[in-house]
């Protein structure tokens, strides 16, 4: 497990740090860290479902912002748990850029132990930086 839940940062909210020893496995430690909070049993998560998307954003941090929003997006619009199969980052003169390949299933409470619901990632704390070779992430989520 490359997260920790921190239980010093909120009393509301949930707090994790995430770490990887590249962007997209960084990216990936904080996907499982937020699913795991919605869904005491992510392996139970079926790959029915097939979306693909890609982000941009100037900022790394805000492209790890965006990133979570658009997987909490999927769960709130569509009702379903999404989990990553591939993810790519790429850098540039004019910012970052990040592809996703992504399956999953519609919620079903009577397979997914569904524990909260996570509204939003907040910018309360929200950090990314690269020190001694690792990617580290601190993240507020909104429950």
């Known amino acids: 497990m490359s997260y920790r839940y ?8 949930v707090a994790f740090t995430a770490r990887g020893k590249t962007v997209e496995k960084l990216f990936l430690a904080c996907w499982d ?23 941009k954003n100037r900022d790394l941090d805000m492209l790890l912002f965006d990133f979570l929003q658009e997987l909490i997006y999927y769960k709130d619009a569509e009702g379903i748990f999404l989990r990553i199969e591939h993810i790519t980052i790429h850098r540039s003169d004019t910012g970052y850029s990040l592809s996703a390949d992504v399956k999953g299933e519609r919620i079903d409470r009577s397979k997914h132990k569904v524990l909260v619901d996570v509204k939003a990632v907040t910018m309360h704390r929200f950090n990314v930086e690269h020190v001694g070779g690792i990617w580290h992430a601190t993240v507020v989520l909104d429950v």
Do not use: R
């Open 6 to 13: 921190i239980d010093s940062v909120t009393v509301s909210d």
């Open 33 to 55: 860290a937020t699913l795991n909070v919605m869904v005491g049993n992510p392996q139970a998560i079926d790959k029915k479902i097939i979306k693909k998307f890609e982000i």
